[in-house]
């Protein structure tokens, strides 16, 4: 039996755990106004509200409800379109988010709009300090096809002017209420979820393992609400983020939402987090995981192309545990040392030691939640101009999330110049394999590969770089 | 002024055909397509499928009971592919069981053999073959031959623009039922409710008059519901027909841009001559329309593309000849602007290009030759209330256009890497549809005992707003609240032979017919008001707010009141109305003729930035002054402009839609298709409404909106085309969009770098 709040109501399923809660609050629910436009998390037209117990604290996040298996939302809230418009009886009351979009017209045909008004309630639901940036980043993965975001960003705006405008109150969701931004059940949400017990899963042989579900869900839905599957979720995975002797440690299950968020790479790593806001939409970000994003051994990770150049290990658990160094991970075109039955626990790598310069870049067709044609990462240790130590990684140019071994080879030792530069794509050029397909020609990948090489190093080392020279 | 769909909308109340309420025992279709772009179906067994789990039937051509053809303009395109298959995705049968997924593992067993034959993909090949969906078509105005000598310029070029998927969020669906006297209801997501009316009652073998179809609303159409939501609908009615069950179909998102048409991609040849005083005298080109397998809307959007070859300017000397070209690509359809968009991308690259030559900026060649009152276009109508000046003019003033261009010059004086770059794009567009006999439209208004009204039109809402326009023509025509009117769904029940809502033309011609019913209802209501006030001129009775005047001086009467009394009296108050555009007409033999009821124009500035390092690139601001006539609802209006222009950016640019050398689309999902997102709008979007331009022959004197603001969105590819040169002023200029980061790239250093790396 799978048990959760929707909206105000409280429901207990019993359905395959791998069932799709789109479907869920679609068909079984007849709640319409989530709705289904692409089934592979890019258009956001089915975002919903998950909201969480955190020991006593009730979090909220956007998630594409497409994507999202009903195991996972057993013991949590979720929040439709439905549990978000004033629960009174007139047909007309509209939140302050729904009457903005109505007087800027941000709303035309109406089919994205549910999935704008949740994702922008989700941000005043996570944000007391609300800014215009702020929330249409927010907004990075919803589609509006008749292009009106002009008059969703003026919505936006207004919203903001609304909230700033309502008194503050000893906790957030208690100022939403007032503001009529949420409804009042909300209160008593934390409560009754404290109230549903955790659920009890038996070992079962599973074809799949499924974790934030957004590229298996994506490939294969059709399979898996027909299959026996596991889920992350119920095994001991951890979603930490720490450091432990001398690394920094990432729990398998951790979402790439809180790498963005977390301090210790914020520390470490001060551009990732702007970053990494290209990697897929907040709603994919809450869920991806760093575990999924390596075993998926796409070509064109992001996650695994970082990670690749800060050169980290997997740590594998199954009847015993080892120890992977990534850069060994992957035999080829979505062939891993992985065996079936081990998990990947956690990843490690070291912390980044004095003189350490990092860079991450990714080139897609659209700028936002779109697929790399090709991104490349470079972390370098350099003293005075000279190279010590040197990891660049390339995807989109060969079958798997390539490490470039030779490319690195030729930079140690070295002083940073233009020439250098010049040698050094040469050698990049020749341990790559790009082929031509929707993300662009091969010689499109082999040309930009270079300039995101350049760009890695005019960006870390202006002063050494002449920029006439090289181009 | 509020506006009802909109609050249904935001609050997730507004029904789509997924989301209506379906009847006990609903079946489910999915439609099983050719794996092959060309070839003849040599063998094929459904009786696996037909045996699989929840399987309840398998429809293909042979169990049609009345014509395999659902052809509107030319009867070439069966419902179900019979001996031949024309490109992947053409239908050939409808698998239906009690669930979707059923249906659709079912699908996976039908086993089909095929005979292999070489598609034709490329439009010019096409040609090369003679195979034309139509013969060529051209039109000409003065003399082109002779008059290239008279030029001190003469440029040429090619240019190539690219497909587009209307990505329409909701996809193409249907919901089918059988009605007790052996007809069909259904509710189809189309932009064209009589369209699938008829070619329900073809493939069923039945009156037109057994066939009901309603249309809520769509979520989406941009032209990709005109023609091609009718092949799901005549699926579903034939399903329901054959079953006697409710039976739904909803393409998911991949089979939906896999299956259904987009914009046609062109491919064109141009030659343009100049005097030295950068005067167009001539100008020349042939347009090579890839049509796809079937005609679809094609000839009608090939003369589209003519009508406007020549964007906002005079040309004396015209030749434009136009190819529908038959490839085994998806029949490519109607989208937002209908052709014209690929007729004026040519003509704005012609400028470009002799600019380029003759060393001046484009503006100074679009200036100059821009229409004015009186000038004739290619196919004869002449210009009238033209504002191709005013709005160029207001433009330059009003975002002081030069001043722009003076901040991007220093801008890109003191940075390397990163360049910017500006363009005008001045717009006109016909308003009518040029097949002239579509101009009709007629509306059903029910005045109830209690005051509150129904509408019923041949509009189909699809975010336009025409449904709020409709209620505010209605309110303001019979001067009672908004509040009182409710405008129903469209369905050919209570409104018969309705064209399209295509065109721009929905609020035009509907909001008409409105007028016109309200006006009849208005005249009994006088009628009735006199007799009760002992006035003998019943025109001396007006109405203001509700209120009932006579002679303009306040009676006690209400609006309410009086639709009682008339009850009593035994008067209608129901009324229909028809309209239909005077004074216009179109000769297909000559090709002149008044096309056109009126004109929109505009003029708007373009700026970017161009990352020169990685090729990738923002719009940093669109400015437009356009011309809406007298805007009666600037919410949706401006609406309109803002999502068209941006719409039109995704054209430009990131929209990129690549078939493999199988004819295999292979951007075919929202991964790999990219339409824009919130971070791909323009930093800066300012839409100013042209004052005094009140409009002859709009509702309230306004203008159609939908397709026009689509244009500016061509001004991108210039704007970036001047950043890149400004980069490196040797670069090969080519027209040939989308411009991709990759284009950008490749055309910033060349395709040989990548190569020899």
Redesign the interface.
């Known amino acids: 039996m799978i048990e959760f709040i929707l909206n105000n109501k409280h429901i207990t399923a019993d359905l395959p755990p791998t069932t799709v809660l789109l479907d869920f609050i679609r068909r079984e629910s007849q709640l319409t106004g989530t709705k289904e436009g692409c089934r592979e998390g890019d258009c956001g037209a089915c975002t919903v509200i998950l909201g969480s117990l955190d020991k006593s604290k009730l979090n909220y996040k956007s998630i594409n409800s497409c994507l999202m298996p009903l195991a996972d939302v057993h013991g949590k809230h979720v929040v439709t379109i439905e549990g978000i418009s004033p629960q009174t009886n007139n047909p007309d009351e509209l939140s302050p988010i729904q009457q903005a979009m109505v007087e800027e017209g941000g709303t035309q045909c109406g089919f994205c709009t549910p999935g704008f008004v949740v994702s922008t309630t989700n941000y005043f639901l996570n944000e007391t300090k609300p800014e215009v940036s702020g929330a249409i980043n927010s907004l990075g993965g919803n589609i509006c096809r008749c292009t009106g975001y002009a008059g969703i960003i003026r919505a936006v705006e207004k919203s903001i002017e609304a909230y700033n405008k309502s008194e503050k109150k000893s906790n957030n969701y208690k100022r939403l209420i007032e503001a009529r931004f949420i409804p009042e059940y909300f209160l008593e949400i934390p409560k009754r979820l404290k109230l549903i017990k955790k659920q009890q899963t038996k070992k079962k042989q599973a074809e799949f393992l499924v974790g934030g579900g957004t590229d298996l869900y994506v490939q294969r839905w059709e399979e898996l609400v027909q299959t026996e599957s596991q889920f992350v979720s119920n095994k001991n995975v951890s979603s930490e983020i720490k450091i432990e002797k001398g690394k920094i440690v990432l729990g398998g299950a951790a979402t790439i939402q809180q790498i963005l968020e977390s301090k210790i790479f914020k520390k470490y790593f001060p551009s990732l987090a702007s970053q990494l806001e290209l990697f897929g939409s907040l709603p994919i970000r809450n869920r991806a995981t760093v575990a999924g994003n390596i075993v998926n051994a796409s070509p064109i990770g992001d996650l695994s192309n970082i990670l690749l150049s800060l050169d980290a290990s997997v740590h594998l658990a199954g009847k015993s545990k080892r120890v992977v160094p990534l850069r060994k991970f992957y035999l080829g075109y979505k062939t891993l040392t992985k065996k079936k039955a081990e998990i990947i626990e956690k990843i490690s790598f070291a912390i980044p030691p004095k003189h350490f310069f990092f860079n991450f870049e990714k080139i897609s067709k659209r700028t936002y939640l779109d697929i790399a044609s090709v991104n490349t990462s470079i972390a370098l240790v350099a003293k005075n101009g000279k190279i010590e130590s040197a990891g660049i990684s390339a995807g989109g140019v060969a079958p798997i999330p390539l490490y470039l071994t030779k490319t690195c080879e030729a930079l140690v030792n070295k002083e940073i110049k233009t020439d250098l530069l010049k040698s050094v794509v040469q050698v990049a050029a020749e341990e790559i394999s790009p082929i031509s397909d929707a993300r662009g020609s091969a010689e499109y990948k082999r040309l930009l590969l270079r300039q995101l090489i350049y760009s890695h190093f005019i960006l870390l080392f202006p002063e050494k770089i002449n920029v006439e020279e090289l181009l | 002024m ?2 009802y ?12 055909i ?2 209506l ?1 379906i009847p006990e025992g609903t079946l489910y279709g999915y439609v099983y397509y050719s794996p092959i772009a060309h070839g003849k179906i040599l063998e094929i067994d459904f009786s696996k499928a037909l045996q699989s789990k929840g399987v309840a039937g398998v429809y293909s051509a042979k169990d049609i009971p009345g014509e395999n053809q659902i052809g509107g303009i030319i009867l070439d395109e069966n419902l179900f592919a019979d001996e031949e298959v024309h490109f992947i995705g053409h239908p050939i049968a409808v698998v239906v069981a009690d669930t979707y ?1 059923h249906a ?1 593992e079912a699908s996976k067993k039908i086993n089909a053999i095929y005979e292999k034959l070489k598609p034709v993909l490329d439009p010019r090949e096409a040609a090369e073959k003679n195979l034309l969906i139509i013969p060529p078509r051209k039109f000409e105005l003065g003399n082109v031959d002779k008059s290239w000598s008279e030029c001190d310029y003469i440029v040429e070029g090619k240019t190539d623009s690219g497909g587009q998927e ?5 996809t193409q669906g249907a919901l089918a039922n059988i009605t007790e006297n052996g007809g069909i209801k259904i509710s189809s997501a189309t932009q064209g409710p009589t369209n699938v009316q008829r070619m329900i009652s073809r493939v069923l073998g039945l009156p037109m008059s057994k066939i009901e179809v309603d249309v809520q ?6 032209g990709g519901k005109e023609d091609q939501a009718t092949a799901w609908a005549c699926m579903a009615a034939l399903a329901a027909y054959k079953l006697k069950k409710p039976v739904k179909i909803v393409l ?2 991949q089979d939906d841009i896999r299956i259904t048409g987009k914009r046609h991609p062109y491919s064109s040849d141009f030659k343009i001559g100049l005097s030295k005083e950068g005067k167009i005298l001539a100008y020349e080109a042939t347009f090579y329309q890839n049509a796809g397998a079937v005609a679809d809307l094609s000839p009608a959007i090939l003369d589209r593309t003519l009508f406007h070859a020549t964007n906002s300017y005079f040309v004396p000397n015209v030749r434009a000849t136009a190819l529908s070209c038959k490839t085994n690509l998806v029949p490519f359809t109607a989208f937002r602007g209908f052709g014209g968009p690929q007729g004026i991308f040519v003509f704005e690259s012609a400028i470009y290009k002799a600019a380029q030559v003759m060393n001046i900026e484009p503006a100074e060649i679009q200036k100059a030759n821009l229409l004015i009152e009186g000038d004739e276009f290619s196919f004869g109508q002449k210009t009238y209330q033209c504002q191709a000046e005013k709005t160029f003019s207001q433009m330059e003033s009003d975002f002081e256009l030069e001043k722009i261009q003076q901040e991007i010059n220093s801008f890109n004086d003191s940075n ?2 990163v360049k910017k770059g500006a363009a005008v794009i001045p717009i006109c567009f016909g308003i009518s549809f040029t097949t002239t006999f579509l101009n009709q439209a007629s509306a059903l208004v029910h005045i109830y005992t209690d005051g509150s009204i129904n509408i019923s039109t041949a509009a189909v809402e ?4 025409v449904n709020a326009k409709l209620k505010h023509i209605a309110a303001k025509t019979l001067n009672v609240d908004e509040a009182r009117i409710k405008i129903e769904s469209t369905n050919t029940s209570r409104v018969s032979n309705t064209s399209p809502t295509a065109a721009s033309k929905g609020t035009d011609l509907n909001g008409f017919a409105v007028i016109a019913a309200c006006n009849i209802l208005i005249e009994r209501l006088q009628k009735v008001a006199a007799a009760e006030l002992g006035q003998d001129d019943f025109t001396k009775i007006t109405f203001k707010n509700e209120k009932v005047f006579d002679e303009g001086e306040p009676t006690n009467l209400t609006f309410k009141d009086l639709v009682n009394k008339a009850y009593m009296k035994r008067i209608s108050l129901t009324a229909q109305a028809f309209h239909s555009t005077p004074d216009i007409n179109f000769d297909t033999k000559t090709n002149k003729g008044k096309p056109f009821a009126y004109h929109v124009y505009g003029a708007g500035i373009v700026e970017v930035t161009v990352d020169c ?4 690139y923002e719009v940093d601001a669109i400015k437009v002054i356009h011309d809406f006539g007298e805007s009666f609802h600037k ?2 209006d ?3 402009a ?6 039109g950016i ?1 054209w430009m640019t ?1 929209e ?1 839609l ?1 078939w493999n050398s199988d004819g295999r689309l ?2 075919d ?4 298709y ?8 323009p930093k800066e ?1 300012k839409i100013e409404f042209l004052k005094d331009s009140p409009n002859d022959f709009g509702p309230l004197r306004s203008k159609a909106v939908g397709e026009p603001p689509f244009l500016y969105g061509i001004g991108v590819y210039f704007a970036l085309m001047n950043a890149m040169r400004a980069f490196n002023p040797n670069i090969e200029v080519k027209f040939d969009s989308p411009l ?3 284009k950008v ?2 055309t910033l ?1 060349g ?1 040989d ?3 020899g ?1």
Not at chain 2, 217 to 222: A, D
């Open positions: 509020r506006n769909d909109s609050i249904r909308h935001v609050k997730g109340e507004s029904y789509f997924d989301d309420r997924l659709k209307h990505l329409y969020l909701e609303r769509l979520g989406g159409g941009f998911n998102r390397k890497l699809m975010g336009q707003g390092l990685r090729g990738t919410v949706i401006q609406g309109q803002e999502g068209g222009i941006v719409q995704g990131s990129e690549s292979i951007t999902a929202l991964s790999t990219k339409v824009p997102d919130i971070h791909a709008m979007m991709t980061p990759e790239l490749l250093y395709t770098v990548g190569k790396l």
